[in-house]
């Protein structure tokens, strides 16, 4: 059964990093189009970042040029790596895929930017 597992989140002050990881089990990971969402507080689920299987990256525009997604297909692993984190990018992380006809989520990892 395919499963999503996020890691990496923590609490960062603003302009610091973090690097988010998603472990993929129970799919051929390589072969699927991977996503990073977010849901902030009060908010809705909001698509961050994209991968392709064959590693073309799209990004929302409020993390252009600060959030950079990439895959390591023989670890089955996707990564979002955060860079000068603000405020608002305060939020539940979730690696999101599609098999099949079904949608995976894994649980979320927490992000907080505060000082």
């Known amino acids: 059964q395919a499963q999503l597992v996020e890691s990496g989140g923590g609490l960062v002050q603003p302009w610091g990093s ?16 991977m996503n990073w969402y977010r849901q902030a507080p009060g908010k ?10 064959g590693g073309s990256t799209n990004y929302t525009d409020s993390v252009k040029g600060r959030f950079t997604i990439s895959r390591h297909n023989a670890n089955n692993t996707m990564f979002l790596q955060m860079n000068s984190l603000k405020y608002e990018d305060t939020a539940v992380y979730y690696c999101n895929t599609r098999v099949g006809y079904r949608e995976v989520w894994g649980q979320g990892t927490l992000v907080t930017v505060s000082s």
């Open 18 to 33: 973090l690097r988010l990881s998603c472990a993929a089990s129970g799919f051929t990971f390589s072969i699927y189009a």
């Open 44 to 53: 809705q689920h909001e698509l961050v970042a994209r991968i392709t299987s």
